[in-house]
């Protein structure tokens, strides 16, 4: 929510008081950071000479560029605000959302479909399906893409505004205009191969951003030992500690159901749905220049992906424990589900940060919140002027015009898509938890997406009307049981909510779609060669060269390796 103003009382300490005391080294250091990213954007113009370059970089970018661009663009506000957000509610349940929630779903992406989406040379998700599907099941695709794009980078856009709000203390509206004004210029210049070199750069600066943070506020609580005590001793209890069964996060009392929900809507359903067809992240894999160098991309992301619950989560939780502020709301709300206050779990980690890093520090922590908020954003965004231009203006408004024109479409969608987000930011500050908004988004448009992919992929029978009838079908049921949680029909608490709507959508998008395949008439199998697993030779869905490829870039070896660490996570921490 907006921050309170100072003269408002409220019965928990005012988030109008949270006002970072920023030194002159502080705002020299934010203000270095936005030096380089406008630089990125202006070097990266140079670059652009045709729609392939704005759009995809040329399809030129190295593999270890696109890995850590993958991940950035990742570390938006669901990473930074949401997942500390989560570790101050829940604590280590939250790690679900990184090994069971992130980890096998990039590595399928790697391993399976990116050798698809690279080979056909397609230049968006959206336009896959309409290879694959037609244009009924492209077009609901490519509008629900759009649409779920400016709602998640009002989010990023949102809690980047938050961050010049509590560090100059203007008014969120203007905060939020500025902040746009900043993510729009990059990348209205260089187009995709700004917001990736900046997205590099922006991995660097959160993690030392976010390093410090929970270094010091681990000291601050008396070690890891004075953390577990503290934890044990507040609302949620020792659970806090114990990643299953979650039933805090999944809402499920019974430990069984709590298990199967995580499993199955979170680790199968949502993050599926989430990896393997979100554009905003496969774009970054398809600006490589090798299928090998694609696969590698959401495998090389994995690993640092693993590690990032551990600057994030528990500098979450260590603010709900040392924080005066979020204690007490932490209680607040323990004592009763429907208090509302001024103080969020999203000001978690601001408030940790008011606390216990000094000046110097503070100037690379704010500029870690604005590197990661600017990611996330201009992830949306790009991912956003790409599907618009491509696969709605050109195929639906405009065909055959210049190249320069469709370029020029295409910074004007940042435009329009940067303005509409000024607008859905307000949307996403009515929610007090960050995650629970975008895991409800996620079940309305990943969720049926993935069951139309996985069905489409594997089957071949599955036809055209199948594919758009499926997803309208899956996204509706969705929307449905959002609809009747928000009504009382049915109460969970935490995320269960967006995690059955999730597996409703993509149990009803696989039924509909296999009923609707039996009455009506497939594509004919030489129009499915590299869309359709069975019908695409071997030869088509790998590189030529990988075999003669060193140990550590051969995509399979690298999966297997992350795959056993994050099995070893979750039992060593579980």
């Known amino acids: ?179 746009a004004v900043i993510v729009l210029s990059y990348i209205t210049l260089g187009g995709l191969s700004a917001a990736i070199y900046n997205e590099v750069l922006q991995f660097f600066v959160i993690v030392a951003a976010l390093l410090p943070l929970t270094l010091v506020g681990l000291h601050k609580a008396g070690g890891w030992e004075g953390l577990r005590d503290k934890v044990t001793g507040s609302p949620g209890g020792a659970e806090q500690l114990e990643s299953w069964p979650g039933n805090a996060l999944s809402g499920f009392s019974n430990n069984f159901l709590s298990v199967i929900g995580i499993v199955f809507g979170l680790g199968f359903v949502l993050s599926f749905g989430y990896w393997t067809t979100n554009f905003v992240e496969v774009q970054r894999a398809m600006a490589t220049h090798s299928i090998a160098a694609a696969r590698r991309t959401p495998i090389i992301g994995a690993y640092p992906k693993m590690f990032i619950p551990l600057i994030v989560v528990i500098p979450g939780m260590i603010s709900a424990v040392l924080v005066p502020q979020m204690a007490e709301y932490k209680a607040a709300k323990a004592a009763n589900p429907d208090f509302s206050g001024d103080t969020t779990y999203n000001q978690a980690l601001l408030y940790l940060m008011k606390d216990v890093l000094p000046n110097g520090l503070l100037g690379v922590g704010l500029a870690g919140l604005l590197a990661a908020f600017m990611a996330g954003m201009a992830a949306n965004i790009s991912a956003f002027n790409t599907v618009f231009s491509y696969d709605l203006w050109q195929q639906y408004v405009r065909k055959d015009r210049s190249d320069h024109y469709y370029l020029s479409i295409g910074r004007l969608a940042t435009v329009g898509a940067t303005v509409a987000a000024i607008f859905t930011a307000f949307i996403a500050s009515s929610f007090s938890n960050m995650m629970d908004y975008l895991q409800t988004l996620f079940s309305f448009f990943n969720a049926p997406l993935f069951a139309t992919f996985i069905l489409g992929m594997f089957w071949r029978r599955m036809t055209p009307a199948a594919g758009w009838i499926g997803l309208v079908c899956g996204t509706g049921s969705a929307i449905t049981v959002f609809l009747l949680h928000k009504a009382g029909v049915f109460e969970l608490s935490g995320q269960g909510s967006s995690f059955v709507a999730a597996g409703v959508a993509f149990v009803v998008d696989i039924v509909v779609s296999v009923a609707v395949t039996q009455v009506t008439r497939p594509k004919p199998a030489a129009e499915l060669v590299g869309l359709v697993y069975s019908e695409t030779p071997k030869e088509l869905r790998t590189d030529p060269d990988e075999d003669s490829l060193p140990w550590y870039q051969r995509p399979v070896l690298l999966a297997g390796i992350a795959l056993v660490l994050v099995i070893a996570l979750n039992i060593v921490v579980g």
């Open 1 to 179: 929510m907006p921050l309170a103003d100072p003269a408002v009382p409220t019965s928990v300490h005012a988030a109008a008081t949270l006002r970072l005391d920023a030194a002159p080294v502080d705002f020299a250091l934010v203000a270095l950071y936005f030096v380089f990213v406008l630089g990125i954007g202006l070097m990266a113009r140079r670059r652009v000479s045709s729609s392939i370059d704005f759009f995809l970089s040329g399809r030129s970018l190295p593999a270890w560029v696109t890995g850590l661009a993958f991940i950035s663009a990742n570390l938006g506000a669901v990473e930074i605000m949401g997942m500390s957000a989560n570790g101050a509610e829940y604590g280590f349940p939250t790690f679900h959302y990184f090994w069971i929630g992130a980890v096998p779903a990039m590595l399928f992406l790697g391993v399976v479909m990116m050798p698809f989406y690279y080979g056909s040379k397609v230049r968006s998700v959206p336009e896959f399906m309409r290879r694959r599907f037609g244009t009924g099941a492209h077009l609901v695709n490519a509008l629900s893409f759009a649409i779920a794009q400016v709602l998640i980078a009002g989010v990023n856009l949102y809690l980047l505004g938050s961050i010049l709000n509590v560090l100059l203390g203007w008014p969120l509206w203007l905060s939020v205009a500025v902040a």
